[in-house]
C-alpha cells in the first residue's frame, strides 16, 4: 500500500467531475451519473425532482457515491484507481447553501443555469463509510475524520 | 429524441469497458467499477468473491448496471450520453461459459490470467429494464426485445 494516498485521492477528487451514485430503486438499486463537489467534507450533488434518483432518495436516503478515474486506452480497465462512498443523503441546509452552491459551480461551472430552475435540488451525501481501491486489489479503509482532514 | 438511438447505444458500448454496478450493501447501496462484455443481450462480468459487490450480490441479486461515457474536458459533465440497467445477475451457466468468456475478453484482454484465480466468477446480468440518457433532459425507455434486437 502506497503511503500517498491522501495525494492520490486529492488528485482523483480534482480530474473527476462525475460519479455514480448508488440508490435503492424500484425493482433493484440502481446506479446513476452525477457531476459532484466536494464542501467540508460532504459531496455535493444538484439533482432534479424529475430524476429517478431523487424519488428513490425521498424513499431512501442511504445511498453509496463512487468516484473513479476516467478510462482511457493507455489504462487497464482493471486497475483505474476509485474512491467509494457510503451515506445519508438530504438536501444542503440553508444557511450552508450559498457556500455549498459557489463550490458546486467551481466544479460544475455549467451548472449555473439550473439553479434557477424550481426543480432542482442541492443535496449532500455526508460520508460514514469511505474506501480507496487504489489499484488491482489494492484497497483501505480510510477514516471518516481522516477524511475529513483532507484538504480537498 | 434522436431516432438513431441504437446506433448511439452501440457506439458507446464499443468505446466503454467500464460500467458502475450498484448493489445492496450492508449499510446503504453500493456503487463498485467493473470492466464488462455484452453476450446475447447480458452483461458480462468477471468478479472476485472477495470483493464486496460480490458478497452483496449473493444476499440480494437484483443489482443495476450503469455504462456512460467517459468524462474528457471538453464535455458538458452534465450531458453524457449513458446506459441504465436494472435486473438479475447470476453465474454464467456452464453451457454458455466458453463463449461468454471469449466475449469477455474480447471487450477485457488484459483480464485474461484472472481465468486461473480461484476466486473469480464470471457472471452475468440479464437486464429487466433498460434507459437510455442520451443528454441533458434526454431519456427514453429501451424495451428488452429492442435490447436484445440490437447488435452489440
Known amino acids: 500500500m502506497a503511503d500517498n494516498w491522501q495525494e492520490e485521492v486529492s488528485q482523483l477528487l480534482q480530474q473527476c467531475r462525475i460519479g ?7 425493482y433493484s438499486p440502481e446506479t446513476s451519473m452525477a457531476p459532484f463537489a466536494i464542501y467540508q467534507g460532504n ?23 463512487m468516484v473513479c478515474t476516467a478510462e482511457t486506452s493507455d489504462k487497464s480497465a482493471l486497475s483505474l484507481p476509485r474512491l467509494s462512498f457510503q451515506g445519508e443523503i438530504k438536501a444542503v441546509p440553508d444557511k450552508q447553501f450559498q457556500a455549498a452552491k459557489c463550490a458546486y459551480l467551481k466544479y460544475v461551472p455549467d451548472a449555473k443555469l439550473l439553479f434557477d430552475f424550481a426543480d432542482f435540488t442541492l443535496f449532500q451525501i455526508t460520508p460514514s463509510h469511505i474506501q480507496w481501491i487504489g489499484g488491482f486489489g489494492s484497497a483501505r479503509k480510510i477514516p471518516v475524520n481522516s477524511w475529513n482532514k483532507l484538504n480537498v
Open 20 to 26: 455514480f451514485l448508488a440508490t435503492e430503486g424500484e
Open 43 to 65: 459531496i455535493v450533488l444538484h439533482l432534479s425532482t424529475l430524476a429517478r434518483h431523487t424519488k428513490n432518495i425521498t424513499t431512501n436516503n442511504a445511498v453509496g457515491f
